[in-house]
């Protein structure tokens, strides 16, 4: 069983920076497609930014410039970089990781910009 926690959540200023963890536990995160997405009340859950096994990146095209995904294996930890943030990204945050037929999700954590 894999299982997925996030942390680095909270409360941020506008124009500030916040940059979440998700540590896993097993052995699939090297071999998963690791993602980061959010989800307001209300709202459909959307994809922040994704990075495959091989290492290649995408984003959500309204993020791209300000979000940075990107993972240590030693670690097990997917991160997260979140710059310039606004308002309009307060969220809930949650880690993904999917391998085959097998999904997984976080708990989630609170992003909140406000000033």
């Known amino acids: 069983q894999v299982q997925l926690v996030e942390s680095g959540g909270g409360l941020v200023q506008p124009g500030g920076s916040l940059r979440l963890s998700c540590t896993a536990s097993?052995?699939?995160?090297?071999?998963?497609?690791m993602g980061w997405y959010r989800q307001a009340p209300g709202k459909e859950r959307e994809m922040v930014a994704t990075?495959?096994?091989?290492?290649?990146?995408i984003y959500a095209d309204s993020l791209k410039g300000r979000f940075t995904i990107s993972r240590d294996v030693i670690k097990n930890t997917l991160y997260l970089q979140m710059n310039s943030l606004k308002p309009e990204d307060t969220d809930v945050y949650s880690c993904?990781?999917?391998?085959?037929?097998?999904?997984?999700w976080g708990q989630g954590t609170q992003v909140t910009v406000s000033s």
């Open positions: 990075i495959f096994s091989g290492g290649t990146k």
């Open positions: 097993g052995s699939i995160f090297r071999i998963a497609t």
């Open positions: 993904n990781a999917r391998h085959l037929s097998n999904n997984y």
